[in-house]
């Protein structure tokens, strides 16, 4: 079983920014992905951001020039920064990995709220 603890959500005015960070119990290196998804009220969950076991990096067209991921292989940790939050950013966003089996493990996600 695979555990993913997320952390750096919070409130933040438009144009500010957030760091979240995502702990894995495992290795992040040899899976096939890792990365984050958001849902916001109403709305499916979408992914924002991934990066492949090999380094490769997958962002959404509404986030791009504005969010980058990033990982720390030492640390098991993944990262996302979030750059010029507008509102329509707002969203619990979830940890995901998903493993060579093409299992899936979510983090119990986190808030994020743009507003002035």
């Known amino acids: 079983q695979v555990q993913l603890v997320e952390s750096g959500g919070g409130l933040v005015q438009p144009g500010g920014s957030l760091r979240l960070s995502c702990a894995s119990s495992?290795?992040?290196?040899?899976?096939?992905?890792v990365g984050w998804y958001r849902e916001a009220p109403g709305k499916q969950r979408e992914m924002v951001a991934r990066i492949t076991g090999g380094g490769s990096t997958n962002i959404a067209d509404s986030v791009k020039g504005r969010f980058t991921i990033s990982r720390d292989n030492a640390k098991n940790t993944v990262y996302l920064q979030m750059n010029s939050l507008k509102p329509e950013d707002t969203a619990v966003y979830y940890c995901n990995l998903k493993d060579w089996r093409l299992m899936n493990y979510w983090g119990q996600g986190t808030q994020v709220t743009v507003s002035s």
């Open positions: 495992r290795n992040i290196v040899n899976i096939n992905a």
